[in-house]
């Protein structure tokens, strides 16, 4: 976060300097004007003067300078906009896949309600600063016009911005609880975009979806923030009507009280006039920018949980430190157990060795998606090591990069992403032997189509990862959508023909006790314990297997 910040803080400070440019341009003008209204009450008016060309400079400097600084508001706003988009997008991409999983509603937060209160307070950052500054010189005006008017004007707008104050410390403490409410409602959104088939088909549970969880925290997000809104209105209003009394007092008492020229209580009253519109410039600052504060530091606490570093090139090419083709891999004495229940996967030991077929099968629950997820870093193994082909442990991050997975809720993207070397002749290849040759196409570097069926995708994305060409692919339940007829096909022909044409290893979990004796090695998952069953008892066990 603090990067997006240092790298437009020169268009920032360029920008607030333009807007107290433009800011003394309308001070300048009022300057002139109170100087020929003093001049025409004293009756000192110079016949020839060069006001008419004063006036043009100012009008010309207000001009190019609003211009500029309309642009510039414009520039910055949409720049960290976009860059604390593209700030969160790459936090979840090299995140903790953990942390992502259970941060889900926090980020969508992130995305929608933070972006946009941070946008709108850069909106306002330039203009608030500018308007203190021309505050500060404006005040300094008032004091050299009278000491006794600015004393007096400074105490009561004290008590105005005194009172802003306060509501401003209330009215934050409203605008975090709709934060938190915000989170919450993302909760409730994403559920619906998620179960909508089921909602759709049970009215009575998308009505009561809405009337328990959406309604309830829609109307209380509305009411909090119409409570902070009223309150700075509120304040607002009264810091204006005591504007309003200071001017009334200077033009019909001050001659009662103090010994003030006409001419000076009028310059007073119009410089006074000109401070009231920075004074209320500054209190329509201060909501948007509270809640642009309470946004940026609640993604800098996101940054914190989802234990984000940077992007660097490090990043990006830490793939390149691990082998395209290997002969072993070893994960010794593995161990992985939940925080939130006793269920543990492991120890266990499995050597991985190049050009096998390995299959897995367990009963529901047994721990075959967490076993999975440890082989892909994705869950770290709590203690354990794990070897290449020597003695010394490698890093989970870098073992990860040997796998290619298709998960059983997989996702299938549109473009052939982190594929560098794309092989067109090898994907028409991979098409017929997967029979969507007569269904899909490539165009323009991408499938012509993925509305097919479950089935169907799930071929594309066992292509997609064939084509990443890492030595190891990891399949879950991946046969599981296919007809009897290709499900034959994908054991007895299509993963012998990966491993021997295209030099893969294939750990994959299944079911289909009719085709284990396909695999070159088997193994048993029960109760999170990883149990390799003797490849010549394999047929005679096969009726005892949990399915």
């Given at each position: 976060?603090?990067?997006?910040?240092?790298?437009?803080?020169?268009?920032?400070?360029?920008?607030?300097?333009?807007?107290?440019?433009?800011?003394?341009?309308?001070?300048?003008?009022?300057?002139?004007?109170?100087?020929?209204?003093?001049?025409?009450?004293?009756?000192?008016?110079?016949?020839?003067?060069?006001?008419?060309?004063?006036?043009?400079?100012?009008?010309?400097?207000?001009?190019?300078?609003?211009?500029?600084?309309?642009?510039?508001?414009?520039?910055?706003?949409?720049?960290?906009?976009?860059?604390?988009?593209?700030?969160?997008?790459?936090?979840?991409?090299?995140?903790?896949?953990?942390?992502?999983?259970?941060?889900?509603?926090?980020?969508?937060?992130?995305?929608?309600?933070?972006?946009?209160?941070?946008?709108?307070?850069?909106?306002?950052?330039?203009?608030?600063?500018?308007?203190?500054?021309?505050?500060?010189?404006?005040?300094?005006?008032?004091?050299?016009?009278?000491?006794?008017?600015?004393?007096?004007?400074?105490?009561?707008?004290?008590?105005?911005?005194?009172?802003?104050?306060?509501?401003?410390?209330?009215?934050?403490?409203?605008?975090?609880?709709?934060?938190?409410?915000?989170?919450?409602?993302?909760?409730?959104?994403?559920?619906?975009?998620?179960?909508?088939?089921?909602?759709?088909?049970?009215?009575?549970?998308?009505?009561?979806?809405?009337?328990?969880?959406?309604?309830?925290?829609?109307?209380?997000?509305?009411?909090?923030?119409?409570?902070?809104?009223?309150?700075?209105?509120?304040?607002?209003?009264?810091?204006?009507v005591l504007f309003y009394i200071i001017v009334i007092f200077i033009l019909l008492f001050v001659g009662d009280f103090f010994d003030v020229s006409l001419g000076t209580s009028i310059s007073f009253v119009f410089a006074l006039l000109f401070l009231f519109s920075p004074i209320v410039t500054i209190m329509l600052a201060i909501p948007p920018l509270n809640q642009g504060l309470i946004s940026y530091n609640k993604l800098k606490d996101l940054k914190k949980k989802l234990e984000?570093?940077?992007?660097?090139?490090?990043?990006?090419?830490?793939?390149?430190?691990?082998?395209?083709?290997?002969?072993?891999?070893?994960?010794?004495?593995?161990?992985?157990?939940?925080?939130?229940?006793?269920?543990?996967?492991?120890?266990?030991?499995?050597?991985?060795?190049?050009?096998?077929?390995?299959?897995?099968?367990?009963?529901?629950?047994?721990?075959?998606?967490?076993?999975?997820?440890?082989?892909?870093?994705?869950?770290?193994?709590?203690?354990?090591?794990?070897?290449?082909?020597?003695?010394?442990?490698?890093?989970?991050?870098?073992?990860?990069?040997?796998?290619?997975?298709?998960?059983?809720?997989?996702?299938?993207?549109?473009?052939?992403?982190?594929?560098?070397?794309?092989?067109?002749?090898?994907?028409?290849?991979?098409?017929?032997?997967?029979?969507?040759?007569?269904?899909?196409?490539?165009?323009?570097?991408?499938?012509?189509?993925?509305?097919?069926?479950?089935?169907?995708?799930?071929?594309?994305?066992?292509?997609?990862?064939?084509?990443?060409?890492?030595?190891?692919?990891?399949?879950?339940?991946?046969?599981?959508?296919?007809?009897?007829?290709?499900?034959?096909?994908?054991?007895?022909?299509?993963?012998?023909?990966?491993?021997?044409?295209?030099?893969?290893?294939?750990?994959?979990?299944?079911?289909?006790?009719?085709?284990?004796?396909?695999?070159?090695?088997?193994?048993?998952?029960?109760?999170?314990?990883?149990?390799?069953?003797?490849?010549e008892n394999t047929l005679q066990t096969k009726n005892n297997i949990l399915t």
């Open positions: 976060m603090e990067n997006i910040y240092k790298n437009n803080y020169k268009l920032i400070i360029t920008y607030s300097i333009i807007g107290i440019l433009s800011g003394f341009s309308s001070f300048l003008f009022i300057a002139l004007v109170n100087q020929i209204i003093s001049l025409s009450i004293s009756e000192v008016m110079p016949k020839e003067h060069n006001y008419m060309l004063f006036f043009a400079l100012i009008i010309a400097l207000f001009f190019m300078t609003k211009r500029l600084l309309s642009e510039g508001v414009i520039e910055i706003s949409q720049t960290i906009f976009w860059d604390i988009r593209s700030y969160v997008v790459k936090a979840i991409i090299v995140s903790p896949y953990l942390k992502v999983k259970n941060m889900k509603d926090e980020i969508y937060s992130a995305l929608t309600a933070d972006v946009a209160n941070i946008t709108n307070a850069s909106l306002v950052i330039i203009s608030f600063t500018s308007s203190v500054i021309l505050t500060i010189s404006s005040f300094i005006y008032l004091w050299y016009l009278s000491v006794p008017l600015f004393i007096i004007s400074a105490f009561i707008i004290s008590i105005g911005l005194l009172g802003y104050y306060f509501v401003s410390k209330s009215g934050n403490k409203h605008f975090v609880d709709v934060r938190a409410i915000e989170q919450k409602f993302m909760h409730q959104f994403d559920g619906i975009l998620s179960g909508n088939k089921e909602i759709k088909v049970n009215r009575e549970k998308g009505e009561e979806i809405f009337s328990k969880g959406v309604y309830p925290l829609l109307k209380r997000g509305k009411e909090k923030n119409i409570v902070a809104y009223i309150g700075y209105l509120n304040s607002q209003l009264i810091s204006q984000y570093e940077e992007f660097n090139n490090s990043y990006l090419n830490s793939n390149n430190d691990s082998p395209k083709v290997f002969k072993q891999v070893r994960f010794e004495n593995c161990f992985y157990q939940y925080l939130d229940t006793s269920f543990e996967v492991g120890p266990f030991d499995l050597t991985i060795n190049a050009n096998e077929i390995i299959f897995v099968y367990g009963g529901n629950g047994a721990g075959k998606t967490t076993f999975i997820y440890m082989l892909l870093n994705l869950f770290t193994p709590d203690k354990g090591s794990i070897y290449f082909k020597d003695d010394e442990p490698e890093s989970s991050e870098k073992v990860s990069q040997l796998f290619s997975p298709v998960f059983s809720d997989f996702y299938l993207f549109d473009d052939f992403y982190g594929i560098k070397n794309f092989d067109l002749e090898k994907v028409s290849s991979l098409l017929k032997l997967f029979e969507l040759h007569d269904k899909v196409k490539i165009k323009e570097g991408k499938f012509s189509t993925l509305d097919l069926s479950a089935g169907q995708r799930k071929r594309l994305a066992l292509i997609v990862a064939v084509l990443e060409d890492r030595p190891i692919l990891v399949l879950d339940e991946w046969a599981a959508d296919q007809d009897p007829y290709f499900r034959k096909k994908f054991y007895t022909e299509i993963i012998h023909k990966i491993v021997q044409e295209e030099n893969k290893t294939i750990i994959a979990i299944t079911h289909d006790d009719n085709y284990y004796q396909e695999a070159d090695r088997l193994f048993k998952m029960d109760y999170g314990k990883l149990e390799e069953i003797n490849s």
